[in-house]
Nanobody, 118 residues
Framework: QVQLVESGGGLVQAGGSLRLSCAAS????????MGWFRQAPGKEREFVAA????????YYADSVKGRFTISRDNAKNTVYLQMNKLKPEDTAVYYC???????????WGQGTQVTVSS
């Protein structure tokens, strides 16, 4: 069973940066497409970024394109989300997710809080 554990969240001023990490258990991490999602208070969870198993393809929501970068280190079973030029509207709980058994994201971490002050 794959488990995902996020870290790196916190409080930062607008314009600042944070790097989120998602550590995965299991020996087959390198096979999975990984994604980051976020959920702000009172809003639905939304897609942020995704990266294919080899890291060769990345995808971003329009709202973060040019500011956020997703990457992975398969040797460390870890996926990262580098967030630059943060805005107050980026405030949310950020979740890491994996496509384990299908093209759907079916494995989720517990989330890490990111708060951006104005």
């Amino acid at each position: 069973q794959v488990q995902l554990v996020e870290s790196g969240g916190g409080l930062v001023q607008a314009g600042g940066s944070l790097r989120l990490s998602c550590a995965a258990s299991g020996r087959t991490f390198s096979r999975y497409t990984m994604g980051w999602f976020r959920q702000a208070p009172g809003k639905e969870r939304e897609f942020v970024a995704a990266i294919t198993w080899s890291g060769g393809n990345t995808y971003y929501a329009d709202s973060v394109k040019g500011r956020f970068t997703i990457s992975r280190d398969n040797a460390k079973n870890t996926v990262y989300l580098q967030m630059n030029k943060l805005k107050p509207e980026d405030t949310a709980v950020y979740y890491c997710a994996a496509q384990i058994h299908s093209a759907e994201y079916d494995c989720w971490g517990q989330g890490t809080q990111v708060t951006v002050s104005s």
